[in-house]
C-alpha cells in the first residue's frame, strides 16, 4: 500500500503548476503560429487563382517546387 501512495505522488509532483500568466503567453504564441500559417496558405493559393484567371493563350503554367511558373510557347 505504501508502494502505491508513493507513486501517486511522484507523478502528481513530477510537473509545476502553471499560472494564468504562462498558459495565456503559450495560448497567444500559438494562436499567432497558426495565424501565420493560414496567412501563408491564403496568399499561395490566392497567387494561384490568380494565374489560373488571367492565363495567357501563349503560356503555359508548369508547377515547379511548389510555384507555377510560366512558360511561353513559340
Known sequence: EDEKMTRREN???????????TAMK???A????KKAVFAARHTVSSFE????RNADV???????????MPVLSA
Do not use: D, P, T
Request: glycine share 6%; charged share 30%.
Open 30 to 33: 500559438n494562436c499567432e503560429k
Open 11 to 21: 507523478l502528481s509532483m513530477g510537473r509545476k503548476a502553471e499560472s494564468i500568466y
Open 58 to 68: 501563349k503560356a503555359c503554367y508548369v508547377y515547379i517546387n511548389g510555384i507555377s
Open 49 to 52: 487563382e490568380h494565374i489560373r
Open 26 to 28: 503559450k495560448n497567444r
